[in-house]
């Protein structure tokens, strides 16, 4: 697909929507202008950003919310179907699933933690609209890096896996990948716990991404997204008539040294970096319900509905 249209309509349309961050605005405020990194300007781009524009000024929670609010906490799960296989080294029961036909001309791979998963569906969309085969390995509450010191994720016990667990299913999720021989490889991260870890972090990663290389692949690092303030469908069950109470703010939703840890670390092995923020933020607040939609399934993950009505902008921003 064209990575830009020309169309000075669409251009005009886009800058009438988004307002440029005055000399005192904060440091995130940039993230959420929408450029080439976000699949902009394009039609798809277009439509994006009028709905939320106009969801920052909405306050009533529309009646057709999809999906319904009691509906959204269980709104995070990958496609079904597939083609199901437990990696070489078995340490979790997410195991690699492949959709569509081996003849496609081109296979894509989706690669990362639950936020890897809450864009699943919307990637397998892009692969049946494009003809692609499409391969998913995801693990809860493991950072896609070599770096044992910044995991488990957000340092959670119970069940969740232990570092060296979490390095184990890298490994072997990188074995997977390589040899499914992917065209592309899209990467989704989550939190990154913090900013003391970020240099620590970003070396891991870049690691992995230099596993994945290979003649001809391309590297796709998806932008984590804005995380809200609190939970978006019990805050939206409480205010009906007053959805704008359930927005956070962009500087509160935004942490600038994570965008940044994970644009430099994919740049530094030529790959790409995909900015998501102005999809789901304006210049200036998030929120909680975009158009009919309910954004986020808790804080911190977008519902799989919500994410696969992006499919056309994901797919300009992409390049799929």
């Known amino acids: 697909m064209s990575k830009r249209l020309t169309s000075l ?5 886009i800058a009438a929507l988004v307002a440029l961050p005055g000399p005192a605005a904060a440091s995130t405020s940039s993230y959420a202008t929408p450029t080439a990194s976000s699949g902009c300007p394009s ?3 277009t439509a994006v950003l009028q709905a939320v524009a106009a969801a920052v000024r909405t306050n009533n929670v529309p009646s057709n919310l ?9 709104d995070l799960n990958p496609p079904a179907g597939g083609t199901c296989k437990a990696l070489a080294t078995p340490v979790s029961n997410q195991t690699p699933c492949v959709f569509g036909s081996s003849a496609a001309p081109e296979r894509v791979v989706l690669f990362g933690d639950s936020h890897g998963e809450q864009w699943s569906k919307a990637f397998a969309s892009v692969a049946q609209k494009q003809g692609y085969e499409f391969g998913l390995v995801y693990r809860d509450a493991c950072y896609v890096t070599m770096t044992d010191a910044s995991l488990p994720e957000h340092g959670e016990s119970g069940n969740s896996p232990t570092g060296a667990q979490c390095q184990k299913w890298v490994n072997a999720a990188i074995a997977w990948i390589n040899q499914f021989h992917p065209q592309v490889v899209v990467f989704a991260e989550g939190d990154k716990g913090g900013a003391a870890i970020q240099r ?3 070396k891991g ?3 992995v991404f230099k596993k994945l290389q290979a003649p001809g692949r391309r590297l796709v690092m998806l932008g984590d997204i804005p995380q809200l303030e609190q939970n978006g469908p019990i805050c939206l069950a409480a205010h009906l008539s007053s959805a704008s ?7 509160g939703a935004v ?6 840890t994970l644009e430099s670390a994919v740049k530094q092995v030529g790959g790409t970096y995909v900015n998501v923020i102005p999809w789901l933020c304006t210049s200036t607040k998030c929120p909680a319900v975009i158009g009919n939609y309910e954004v986020y399934q808790n804080q911190e993950h977008l519902t799989s509905t919500y994410a696969e009505s992006l499919t056309p ?3 300009q921003a992409t390049g799929l």
Do not use: D, R
């Open 9 to 13: 309509v669409c251009a005009g349309a």
């Open 43 to 45: 039609t798809a781009c």
């Open 66 to 74: 999809t999906p319904a609010l009691q509906n959204a906490p269980a």
């Open 245 to 251: 109470v359930c927005a956070t703010s962009l500087s």
């Open 200 to 202: 620590t972090f970003s």
């Open 313 to 315: 902008i994901l797919m």
């Open 205 to 207: 990663l870049v690691e």
């Open 255 to 260: 942490a600038s040294y994570e965008v940044k």
